[in-house]
């Protein structure tokens, strides 16, 4: 082996170990919020159930013609969290309503996240016209309100899932975008960026190697924080009868509970469990969003 070789072998190995530490370090750091734990916990046992929902309860069950129960019965040995106003299981809805309403949460947050980061670096890095053009468009959506916006958008669009997951990506991005703008500004003035602009990297080479890399920790515990947003107005258009119909999902549980007047009826068991599972989720993802927000920024831990 060359010496040559062997310095990038080395060099590659220190890289690995580097990041090693940091894991571990990061890791260490984050078991120590107990809020973090908890919810990362709570998600994971959600993330389970979505996963093995064929499995836990049979798809069958969500067929209006193969339903055994009673008209919105109450809770039994045989149906743990009773029946819909169709007969159908309450927690066999409940258990994939699971899957569609982390499907979309995830799905569109993807889509939110690399809007707003293009946009952010973009506006943050070149600056100049374009910049600014992308930085009003920024503002112009964060003057419009968000809820509003979105049901108009997913009534012009239809009723689907794949539309649910574009509306709420569309319009969940201008946050992101200026955090990503201003840690940007912040790094584009710092030594090492003049360095690597003296010694001839292009724009390409200096967001792809040197800010990118910098502003991914605040991505990625942003995420966290636009999971538990998008769930919400997922939920939200849903119940607003403007989701996907041939989808089961914690918002339309909750849209046909009041459809059939479970509230006036005393039927609490259609309509406090999705309640409770849509409540549980986000406050996991806040929580872990939090823990992580302390974890990849020291800055905020200073002050415990």
């Given at each position: 082996?060359?010496t ?10 220190l890289a ?6 940091a ?18 916990a ?26 055994t129960?009673?008209?919105?019965e ?60 992308l930085?009003?468009?920024?503002e ?20 689907s ?8 990506g569309?319009?969940?991005w ?26 001839g ?38 119940f607003l ?19 059939v ?10 309509i406090?469990p ?10 996991s993802?806040?929580?872990v ?16």
């Open positions: 082996m060359s040559a070789s062997a310095t990038r072998e080395s060099a590659r190995a690995r170990d580097r990041r090693r530490q894991w571990s370090r990061n890791w260490r750091t984050f078991r120590s919020h107990r809020s973090g734990l908890i919810g990362l709570i998600l994971t046992g959600f993330a389970v159930v979505a996963v093995l929902a064929p499995l836990i309860a049979p798809a069958e069950g969500l067929e209006v013609t193969k339903a129960g009673g008209v919105l109450p809770p039994s040995s045989e149906y743990w969290l009773g029946t819909d106003d169709k007969g159908r299981s309450v927690l066999t809805l409940l258990i994939w309503g699971a899957r569609i309403s982390l499907f979309v949460g995830l799905a569109a947050t993807v889509i939110s996240m690399v809007i707003g980061t293009l946009i952010g670096l973009t506006s943050g890095y070149f600056g100049g016209w374009a910049g600014a053009i930085f009003r468009v920024t112009w959506f964060l003057v419009i309100p968000f809820l509003p916006l979105a049901i108009v958008m997913a009534t012009v669009l239809g009723r899932l794949l539309n649910i997951v574009i509306v709420i569309v319009t969940s201008p946050g992101t975008a200026l955090l990503i703008r201003a840690q940007t500004l912040t790094i584009r003035e710092r030594p090492y960026l003049e360095r690597a602009r003296v010694l990297a292009g724009p390409s080479h200096q967001i792809r190697r040197h800010i990118l890399p910098n502003v991914m920790p605040m991505v990625f515990a942003n995420t966290t924080l636009t999971v538990a947003v998008a769930i919400l107005t997922e939920t939200t258009l849903s009868g403007l989701g996907d119909p041939t989808r089961v999902s914690w918002g339309s549980m909750l849209d046909d509970a009041f459809s007047g479970a509230i006036t009826t005393g039927a609490w068991w259609f406090v999705p309640g409770v599972c849509v409540v549980l989720v986000v406050l993802f806040t929580l969003g939090q823990a992580l927000e302390e974890v990849l920024n020291p800055r905020l831990g200073a002050g415990r």
